[in-house]
């Protein structure tokens, strides 16, 4: 199979067609994209039959910044409606022996009409692969997964992805509940942010009570109510009013001061988030000065995107806090993701390792 089929959200197509078409370049491979604006799909073709399990791989999915989820694959049209399940068996003969079967569709309007069938359906074509030994009976975690993403009634996208280098959830979309005593649907963004960058064994040592946090331009608290739901104590920097609720809880403080000008007084905070309606370099600018000052030991922000050339935007100021911070000796991870509840952001995430005490001393 020739080709990596990508789910990202409607309307970012571009991006994640440049984001794929760049990675693959890195490695060498080259190749062409097909997308339909406000598809939420992108298939990228490799001109070499194995490049595109090569490139799966290769390219850390962490990496990829606006794609959902991710497999190699090909495509099957004009499926007979009476049987599709034989169709799809026949292209997954040659598949290497799979754990797990998820039968998707995209993010959109369409999508949501095929879903019913996708699950209609997904018990007599686990059965048909089972019985061809493409499809283990019970689910194996760390087997490859088949995947097969219907586009249309008879069209459907099959492949597989590898549990390794791939995202868990179905259709890579986390099921979170928006909580009914929260200040805004913002804080969606941050609870989701949470589950992406902090994988779930270290959560507990990572993300507990009792730490010290700093949210910028925190109003109404959306964002602290995360922090607060995880027993933080919490600094709120906002010159806006907070919700009343957060502030009877005992656990934050407000300061009606500006985002911008905020540092703590002590360098003990063990997070700092930040979602400030401002340019992209100027809070790119903000956050390495609070990673390299010793601030804070993690961050996680929003850099808000511009109409056109988001990929291009994302990358440079990637690149910006890369650079920078390895110039100042700082030993940090580094990851950015447009989350599911982002719109026109991506949430970027910074782990500060170690600080050279010679740099803010």
């Known amino acids: 199979m020739s080709c990596i089929v990508i789910y990202c959200r409607a309307g970012f197509e571009n991006d994640a067609a440049a984001e794929i078409t760049h990675h693959a370049s890195q490695h060498g491979v080259g190749g062409y994209v097909k997308?339909?604006?406000?598809?939420?799909?992108?298939?990228?073709?490799?001109?070499?039959?194995?490049?595109?399990?090569?490139?799966?791989?290769?390219?850390?999915?962490?990496?990829?910044?606006?794609?959902?989820?991710w497999f190699v694959g090909k495509q099957i049209a004009r499926m007979p409606i009476d049987d599709r399940v034989t169709s799809l068996c026949e292209a997954a003969k040659e598949f290497p022996l799979c754990g797990e079967l998820r039968v998707e569709t995209c993010d959109t309007n369409d999508g949501k009409e095929l879903s019913k069938f996708c699950k209609k359906i997904s018990t007599p074509l686990a059965k048909g692969l089972e019985?061809?030994?493409t499809l283990l009976r019970q689910q194996v975690k760390n087997r490859p997964i088949l995947h097969v993403l219907f586009i249309a009634s008879d069209t459907a996208y099959v492949g597989y992805s590898f549990s390794f280098n791939n995202s868990a959830l179905y259709m890579g979309i986390p099921r979170l509940r928006y909580p009914k005593d929260a200040p805004s649907r913002s804080t969606l963004k941050l609870d989701e942010a949470f589950m992406v960058f902090v994988p779930e064994d270290e959560q507990e040592d990572r993300v507990r009570s009792?730490?010290?946090?700093?949210?910028?331009?925190?109003?109404?608290?959306?964002?602290?109510y995360q922090l607060v739901r995880r027993g933080m104590f919490v600094q709120a920097i906002d010159n806006g009013p907070m919700d009343q609720a957060l502030m009877e809880s005992g656990q934050v403080k407000h300061y009606r001061e500006d985002g911008f000008k905020f540092r703590p007084e002590r360098r003990n905070i063990d997070w700092l988030v930040c979602d400030m309606v401002e340019k992209p370099s100027r809070v790119t600018e903000l956050m390495i000065d609070w990673a390299v000052n010793g601030f804070a030991k993690e961050l996680i922000f929003n850099l808000k995107l511009p109409m056109k050339k988001r990929f291009d935007c994302v990358y440079e100021n990637?690149?910006?806090?890369?650079?920078?911070?390895?110039?100042?000796?700082?030993?940090?991870?580094?990851?950015?993701?447009?989350?599911?509840?982002?719109?026109?952001e991506v949430t970027v995430h910074v782990q500060v390792l170690r600080v050279p005490q010679n740099v803010y001393s």
């Open 35 to 69: 997308a339909k604006p406000n598809s939420a799909l992108v298939v990228y073709h490799c001109y070499s039959h194995d490049e595109a399990e090569y490139l799966l791989k290769k390219i850390p999915f962490k990496d990829m910044v606006f794609a959902r989820q």
């Open 131 to 133: 019985k061809q030994e």
């Open 210 to 224: 009792g730490m010290k946090a700093v949210d910028l331009g925190a109003c109404p608290g959306g964002w602290t």
């Open 318 to 344: 990637m690149q910006r806090i890369d650079q920078e911070l390895r110039e100042y000796g700082v030993k940090f991870n580094l990851q950015a993701k447009h989350l599911y509840h982002d719109r026109e």
